[in-house]
């Protein structure tokens, strides 16, 4: 491994979350500090550490992992999609939204779900002979580093699509969270 697959690796993982905090940032159209805190550190550390953990237990997981985890982010993104879409449209006019991407259980879920594919990865890393400790480490390192600044753009650009939707844009946010999910189907079944 060399530092530009490391590089296009965390690019790769990472567009899940950039992609889930510009629907975050397009629902919450403010600045939130800590919980937006709270997701950046959380996609980074969780994409990094599913891959870690996924090097490091490869014999039992790549097994019975592979087959489904692609259902498991499709599961959690759709079900938060789902909810997103019913808040938006039952919402009454003039009223916020109930749904908040920022909170703690929700960044947990989206952390989970937009990195389960990093234990994949990890997985993988090992057959292409990544086989100590001094190897994994810079692959992971630049996988968290990279997951946690697209997570902080995405965040930022939904901020400010947001901000120029004069509806309620929850729905949007929905319907960017079940298309997350249709795609990791597709890459996975393809």
């Known amino acids: 491994m060399n ?19 510009i629907a975050s940032g397009i ?37 019975w992992l592979q087959p489904i985890d692609h259902w498991i982010a499709f599961g959690l993104l759709s079900l ?4 997103m879409l019913r808040e938006g449209f039952n919402n009454d006019e003039g009223k916020e939204s109930k749904f ?9 879920t989206l952390a989970v779900a937009t990195s389960i594919d990093a234990l994949a990865v990890g997985v993988s890393l090992t057959f292409m002979g990544v086989n100590y400790w001094n190897e994994i480490a810079m692959p ?7 997951s946690s600044l697209l997570t902080y753009v995405g965040l930022h650009i939904g901020i400010r699509i947001g901000r120029k939707i004069p509806f309620s844009p929850t729905p949007i946010g929905g319907i960017i969270l079940i ?4 795609k990791i189907i597709i890459e996975h079944l393809s």
């Open 80 to 83: 938060i999609g789902i909810q």
């Open 179 to 182: 298309g997350i999910g249709i």
């Open 100 to 108: 908040n991407p920022l909170d703690y259980k929700v960044i947990l």
């Open 140 to 146: 992971v390192a630049i996988i968290t580093i990279i």
């Open 3 to 21: 530092i530009t697959q490391d590089i296009l690796i965390g690019i790769a993982l990472a567009m899940d979350c950039f992609a889930v905090s």
């Open 27 to 63: 629902t919450t159209k403010q600045f939130h500090q800590r919980p937006m805190i709270a997701m950046i550190a959380a996609f980074g550390l969780f994409q990094g550490g599913l891959t870690l953990l996924g090097w490091y237990v490869s014999s039992l997981f790549s097994e």
